[in-house]
């Protein structure tokens, strides 16, 4: 009974991370050493996220810090519909934290946003470089 269980769980598993590895989608740490923190793997977060948009295709995948929590999130592209649905699984327990439709207004929004946060970063580094 085991077997059949671990079989019915393996496999779906497996056949997403063949998905993934055909869509050549890898996922993007936000900094070195994030994936390795996790306790779920990206395959299996990857299947969790997929169960949630079935129909839809995966673009884009990322590993991050968010609000004291380790997440995955991923963004997914549907047939038919504008814009993304991004959906956040908590790279410490495998559970779904968020499901969001993002308008290509709202994604470039965004986009600007994380830009401007990655050049404060690096400005603020090199301030504190010494000469």
Same mark, same amino acid.
Do not use: C
């Given at each position: 009974?085991?077997?059949?269980? !671990?079989?019915?769980?393996?496999? #779906?598993? !497996? !056949?997403? @991370?063949?998905?993934?590895?055909? =869509?050549?989608?890898?996922?993007?740490?936000? %900094? #070195?050493?994030?994936?390795?923190?996790? *306790?779920?793997?990206?395959?299996?977060?990857?299947?969790? @996220? =997929?169960? %949630?948009? #079935?129909?839809?295709?995966?673009?884009?995948?990322?590993?991050? =810090?968010?609000?004291?929590? !380790?997440?995955?999130? $991923?963004? $997914?592209?549907?047939?038919?519909?504008?814009?993304?649905?991004?959906?956040?699984?908590?790279?410490?327990?495998?559970?779904?934290?968020?499901?969001?439709?993002?308008?290509? %207004?709202?994604?470039?929004?965004?986009?600007? %946003?994380?830009?401007?946060?990655?050049?404060?970063?690096?400005?603020?580094? *090199?301030?504190?470089?010494? #000469?």
């Amino acid at each position: 009974m085991r077997r059949i269980r !671990l079989a019915a769980w393996a496999i #779906p598993l !497996l !056949l997403t @991370a063949a998905t993934l590895a055909a =869509q050549g989608v890898k996922v993007k740490e936000e %900094k #070195p050493g994030l994936l390795k923190k996790a *306790k779920v793997t990206a395959e299996a977060a990857i299947a969790t @996220a =997929q169960a %949630k948009l #079935p129909k839809a295709t995966l673009k884009s995948a990322e590993i991050e =810090q968010e609000d004291g929590k !380790l997440i995955y999130s $991923f963004d $997914f592209a549907t047939a038919g519909k504008s814009g993304i649905d991004e959906v956040n699984v908590d790279a410490m327990t495998g559970k779904v934290l968020a499901v969001e439709h993002e308008t290509p %207004k709202s994604e470039a929004a965004e986009a600007a %946003k994380d830009k401007a946060k990655s050049k404060a970063k690096g400005d603020s580094a *090199k301030a504190t470089k010494k #000469p």
